[in-house]
């Protein structure tokens, strides 16, 4: 009986083929691009509610401001700065603090605040970033570089 040798194949692949590695690269692409523009959405809305809640604390600050001085302040300090008592009444001291710092827009490059009153009511407008319905404050529609779309007004 005549004994052969069987043959062996040995095979030496031992990394990816070229077209392994584009379809890899592709689909990382593509997951990319869906997660770049899915956390954009986020951004937006993030920023939306900061203003949102600047805006209550800007309102809440007036509110007891009033409550001391019986009227609203007739503009809004710089941002940034304090909103204090003027003094008159007694009640409305001037070492009195109502907002510790006014606060800025999260974009203040194209975007601001924008406060309107007459003494006995109050207006402060923003621009928000996934839309609305333009609103005007003190008959302005313009919210630094942005149109005004969400208001705030005195109970």
Same mark, same amino acid.
């Given at each position: ?11 030496? !692949? ?32 993030? !920023?939306?509610?900061? !203003? ?12 007891? $401001? ?12 710089? /941002? ?17 603090? $109502? ?9 203040? #490059? ?14 402060? &407008? ?6 609305? /319905? /333009?609103?005007? &404050?003190?008959?302005? #529609?313009?919210?630094?570089?942005? /149109? ?8």
């Amino acid at each position: 009986m005549k004994i052969g040798k069987k043959l062996q194949i040995i095979n030496d !692949r031992n990394g990816f083929t070229l077209i392994e590695l584009l379809v890899v690269i592709s689909i990382l692409g593509i997951l990319l691009a869906i997660s770049i523009f899915g956390m954009q959405g986020a951004r937006q809305a993030s !920023r939306d509610g900061k !203003r949102k809640a600047d805006l209550e604390q800007m309102r809440s600050g007036l509110e007891i $401001y009033r409550a001391d001085c019986n009227i609203y302040p007739n503009a809004m300090p710089a /941002t940034g700065a304090q909103l204090k008592g003027s003094g008159t009444p007694s009640t409305c001291a001037v070492a009195n603090v $109502y907002i510790s710092s006014v606060p800025a827009d999260p974009v203040p #490059s194209t975007h601001s605040y924008t406060y309107s009153s007459n003494g006995s009511t109050y207006e402060i &407008c923003a621009s928000m970033e996934q839309g609305g /319905t /333009t609103v005007t &404050c003190g008959g302005s #529609s313009s919210c630094g570089g942005s /149109t005004c779309n969400y208001k705030v007004v005195s109970p």
